[in-house]
């Protein structure tokens, strides 16, 4: 019997608050920043391209989507498919609906990882004289630049990498090469992202990404994986029984195939660093790059031996409760013994993104977390140098890679929060 039965009392448990619930509820979101988020939804894109198909031809606007990994493996694993399946029905599905291409988010990628590395051995060279060089922290997790712009600013934004996301990259791609390859004006095409996690749609809504000329995003509308789930939902179907199409490579006349980079599920950003800089700082080759688990799996090291003294010290921190540990560190000025970090919002990475398909049945969110990984684990993996059409558009599409142009379509900057202060104020 309950107390409004007995009238008894009973003592309650204590209400506990985490920091990873406090960050996950978007109650510091303001509401300019909700009303972004709602613009980008599934019903959105619906009546896009419900409008889109009642304009005259010549008035239509380019339909364009661009598909991350994780969205892909979320997608594979609930309509128990391998990944390459479910990238050609995904594909098939969008081009079912009216749009011209469909992209792969891991090509720009590439881009992503070339820059990170580059980034990292020009800040390791400047800091003997430049303080905030290192440790570099990873940039391509919009939950945690938004939580270092609005809880500390400018103790921590000049160590974050300047390379901007794959997402944004890839609408760099879209909007100015595609674009001009296909002769529009970038606000003649609509970019759409799939994304693991709703903080992409808060990334694509930031004014460094938005163009006052053409009054357009790199990336108009971002969908998470549980709400391309819900569109199959509301077209009667399911992945299962829609005919598959290939991806669309962003150079003409070239065909593109589902690759992957090494280094985990959320990118592989400290694989290729500590890659990167084992060849151009000390012309090592590095076969195999060995974690050590710390604290816990979602905090681990790497370290780079040469002639038996650590050289470079790297590791991956995941969660709030890890990032917290490395940045109270920096802001403190104490000593980080990492020269980068991978920084990743979710606990286990982007595989496990707020945006994911969530378990269904008897199946627990670990053993679905399970099989994500390992299909998205089960695609080739490449070196990004190796891509073909990298090279090409390093130099036809940005005029080499120390240009303006490189600058501008591959960096990005952050910006200090004001802090808003009110009874809900909270200490971090
Ligand atoms: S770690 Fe989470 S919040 Fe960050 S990009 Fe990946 S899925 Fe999004």
């Known amino acids: 019997m309950s107390y409004f039965q007995t009238g008894e009392e009973v003592k309650l448990e204590k209400a506990k608050i985490t920091l990873n619930d406090c960050l996950a509820c978007s109650g510091c979101i303001t509401s300019a920043e909700s009303v972004l988020i709602t613009q980008q939804s599934q019903e959105e894109l619906f009546r896009v391209l419900h409008e889109n198909k009642m304009l005259k031809q010549e008035e239509q606007k380019v339909l364009v989507v661009s598909i991350s990994p994780q969205s892909l493996a979320s997608l594979a694993a609930k309509f128990k498919m391998n990944i390459h399946e479910?990238?050609?029905?995904?594909?098939?599905?969008?081009?079912?609906?009216?749009?011209?291409?469909?992209?792969?988010?891991?090509?720009?990628?590439?881009?992503?990882?070339?820059?990170?590395?580059?980034?990292?051995?020009?800040?390791?060279?400047?800091?003997?004289?430049?303080?905030?060089?290192?440790?570099?922290?990873?940039?391509?997790?919009?939950?945690?630049?938004?939580?270092?712009?609005?809880?500390?600013?400018?103790?921590?934004?000049?160590?974050?990498?300047?390379?901007?996301?794959?997402?944004?990259?890839?609408?760099?791609?879209?909007?100015?090469?595609?674009?001009?390859?296909?002769?529009?004006?970038?606000?003649?095409?609509?970019?759409?992202?799939?994304?693991?996690?709703?903080?992409?749609?808060?990334?694509?809504?930031?004014?460094?990404?938005?163009?006052?000329?053409?009054?357009?995003?790199?990336?108009?509308?971002?969908?998470?994986?549980?709400?391309?789930?819900?569109?199959?939902?509301?077209?009667?179907?399911?992945?299962?029984?829609?005919?598959?199409?290939?991806?669309?490579?962003?150079?003409?006349?070239?065909?593109?195939?589902?690759?992957?980079?090494?280094?985990?599920?959320?990118?592989?950003?400290?694989?290729?660093?500590?890659?990167?800089?084992?060849?151009?700082?000390?012309?090592?080759?590095?076969?195999?790059?060995?974690?050590?688990?710390?604290?816990?799996?979602?905090?681990?090291?790497?370290?780079?031996?040469?002639?038996?003294?650590?050289?470079?010290?790297?590791?991956?921190?995941?969660?709030?409760?890890?990032?917290?540990?490395?940045?109270?560190?920096?802001?403190?000025?104490?000593?980080?013994p990492y020269h980068f970090v991978e920084i990743m919002a979710c606990p286990s990475g982007c595989n496990n993104g707020g945006g994911q398909i969530r378990p269904a049945g008897e199946e627990t969110p670990k053993e679905l977390l399970g099989r994500v990984s390992e299909l998205y684990s089960s695609l080739k993996t490449v070196e990004p140098n190796d891509v073909t059409g990298i090279e090409q558009l390093y130099t036809e599409w940005l005029g080499g890679s120390d240009s303006n142009k490189a600058r501008k379509m591959l960096h990005t900057k952050y910006h200090e929060v004001e802090k808003m202060t009110n009874a809900l104020t909270i200490k971090w």
């Open 86 to 336: 479910a990238g050609l029905r995904l594909a098939g599905f969008f081009k079912g609906l009216g749009v011209s291409y469909v992209f792969d988010t891991t090509f720009a990628r590439n881009f992503s990882l070339l820059e990170s590395g580059k980034e990292f051995v020009r800040r390791y060279k400047e800091s003997e004289t430049e303080k905030t060089s290192l440790p570099m922290l990873a940039s391509a997790c919009p939950g945690w630049i938004c939580y270092a712009e609005k809880t500390h600013g400018s103790y921590i934004l000049p160590y974050i990498s300047t390379t901007k996301s794959p997402q944004q990259i890839m609408g760099s791609l879209v909007k100015d090469y595609l674009a001009r390859r296909l002769n529009k004006t970038p606000d003649h095409l609509y970019h759409v992202t799939v994304m693991p996690c709703f903080d992409k749609k808060l990334e694509a809504s930031r004014s460094d990404f938005y163009s006052d000329v053409y009054q357009t995003r790199d990336v108009d509308c971002v969908i998470t994986s549980g709400e391309v789930e819900k569109m199959l939902e509301k077209e009667g179907t399911s992945l299962i029984d829609v005919e598959g199409q290939p991806f669309d490579h962003i150079i003409e006349n070239s065909s593109y195939d589902l690759v992957n980079h090494q280094g985990g599920g959320s990118g592989g950003y400290l694989e290729h660093v500590i890659r990167h800089a084992a060849k151009e700082m000390y012309g090592h080759s590095l076969q195999h790059v060995e974690y050590k688990i710390l604290r816990n799996q979602d905090f681990q090291e790497v370290t780079l031996e040469l002639e038996g003294k650590p050289a470079i010290k790297m590791a991956l921190a995941y969660g709030f409760r890890n990032i917290q540990n490395i940045v109270q560190k920096v802001k403190r000025g104490r000593k980080v």
